[in-house]
């Protein structure tokens, strides 16, 4: 299990969980962000693999307990 200790999300993957938690799908946030719907998936992504989830919503929960974002 990811320990909060050595996990790091960047500035963008936390923007991109935030935006999550408020219902956005990744085009929205994107628009939002003013980059691709590629690019919100890419940090979305490495944000679950450094937390060990398997979907958004796992992700955006874990994150939250951990006072990650």
Do not use: P, Y
Not at 40 to 60: D, G, P, W, Y
């Amino acid at each position: 299990m990811a320990d909060v200790q050595e996990v790091v999300l960047s500035e963008r993957e936390k923007q991109c969980l935030r935006w999550i938690e408020q219902g956005k799908s990744s085009w929205a946030i994107g628009v939002i962000l003013n980059v691709s719907e590629n690019t919100v998936n890419f940090h979305v992504k490495n944000a679950m693999r450094k937390l060990e989830t398997i979907s958004r919503t796992q992700c955006v929960v874990k994150a939250r307990r951990l006072g990650l974002i």
